[in-house]
């Protein structure tokens, strides 16, 4: 009998992203990514941006993601403990995954102590030096009046305009992200400020898009979980060790 003990984690798969014809098969490679890890995964942490944009009115959610969101249900009825972040997508996520899934929703940071190592999680955005305009409208989107104002539109004019914005985004362009040196990677700053407090031994984040393991003072390290546009990418803790691995699909 496989013993459950694996920790996984995963970020970025924008479901419902542009160009809209990729999204089935996407799921379906996450799915099968699920699927293979049912058999020894304890805990599983998705950490943001699992979806392009999702909001929870009071009776409605973005259809779609059935497969996934199946799955996931399956997980969690065999006892997979799930952890959902909130990402810059996917921000107005609120009790709907937490009600239906037996979920933990996470708004910021996380950490947790595996295998007598700590983990620092987030999903990334708004984070390190820089990028002020982000961090002023991150406030002002989590904000409960500008959650009201946009729950007084209709769906679909609501969810019609974040799919709009959505098809300017830097997935449906196709840029590439490029890594920028240790010097310059905001992530990277940001985890060495925060060690000069407290040590960590992992720093897991996603929001990057660009698969990272970077090693850190005193031993710690960050890994950037990347995206399942291009790179297909997620890490699993083992009890000892964190890998950062690439998921080869059969779909």
Same mark, same amino acid.
């Given at each position: 009998?496989?013993?459950?003990?694996?920790?996984?984690?995963?970020?970025?798969?924008?479901?419902?992203?542009?160009?809209?014809?990729?999204?089935? +098969?996407? +799921?379906?490679?996450?799915?099968?990514?699920?699927? @293979?890890?049912?058999?020894?995964? @304890?805990?599983?942490?998705?950490?943001?941006?699992?979806?392009?944009?999702?909001? +929870?009115?009071?009776?409605?959610?973005?259809?779609?993601?059935?497969?996934?969101?199946?799955?996931?249900?399956?997980?969690?009825?065999?006892?997979?403990?799930?952890?959902?972040?909130?990402?810059?997508?996917?921000?107005?996520? *609120?009790?709907?995954?937490?009600?239906?899934?037996? @979920?933990?929703?996470?708004?910021?940071?996380?950490?947790?102590?595996?295998?007598?190592?700590?983990?620092?999680? %987030?999903?990334?955005?708004?984070?390190?030096?820089?990028?002020?305009?982000?961090?002023?409208?991150?406030?002002?989107?989590?904000?409960?009046?500008?959650?009201?104002?946009?729950?007084?539109?209709?769906?679909?004019?609501?969810?019609?305009?974040?799919?709009?914005?959505?098809?300017?985004?830097?997935?449906?362009?196709?840029?590439?992200? $490029?890594?920028?040196?240790?010097?310059? +990677?905001?992530?990277?700053? /940001?985890?060495?400020?925060? $060690?000069?407090?407290?040590?960590?031994?992992? *720093?897991?984040?996603?929001?990057? %898009?660009?698969? $990272?393991?970077?090693? $850190?003072?005193?031993?710690?390290?960050?890994?950037?979980?990347?995206?399942?546009?291009?790179?297909?990418? /997620? @890490?699993?803790?083992?009890?000892?060790?964190?890998?950062?691995?690439?998921?080869?699909?059969?779909?």
């Amino acid at each position: 009998m496989t013993v459950r003990d694996k920790i996984y984690f995963a970020s970025d798969f924008h479901l419902g992203a542009h160009p809209r014809s990729t999204v089935r +098969e996407r +799921e379906l490679r996450i799915v099968s990514w699920l699927d @293979a890890i049912k058999a020894d995964a @304890a805990e599983l942490y998705l950490v943001g941006d699992v979806f392009d944009f999702w909001f +929870e009115y009071a009776t409605v959610v973005p259809k779609g993601y059935i497969r996934f969101l199946g799955k996931l249900a399956a997980l969690a009825d065999a006892g997979v403990k799930i952890t959902l972040f909130k990402g810059n997508h996917d921000m107005w996520m *609120f009790g709907y995954l937490r009600d239906q899934l037996g @979920a933990t929703i996470v708004d910021n940071e996380l950490v947790i102590e595996r295998g007598g190592k700590t983990f620092f999680l %987030h999903h990334g955005d708004g984070l390190g030096p820089g990028d002020h305009k982000y961090k002023l409208l991150k406030k002002i989107f989590r904000s409960r009046f500008c959650q009201w104002l946009f729950a007084r539109l209709h769906p679909n004019l609501g969810i019609g305009i974040a799919q709009r914005w959505s098809a300017h985004s830097r997935i449906a362009s196709g840029s590439r992200e $490029l890594f920028q040196g240790e010097d310059k +990677e905001w992530l990277v700053i /940001y985890a060495k400020e925060v $060690l000069q407090d407290r040590h960590y031994d992992y *720093f897991i984040f996603g929001h990057r %898009h660009l698969p $990272l393991d970077v090693a $850190l003072p005193n031993g710690s390290r960050y890994v950037n979980l990347g995206e399942w546009i291009h790179s297909d990418t /997620y @890490a699993v803790f083992d009890g000892d060790e964190l890998t950062l691995r690439r998921w080869e699909s059969q779909c």
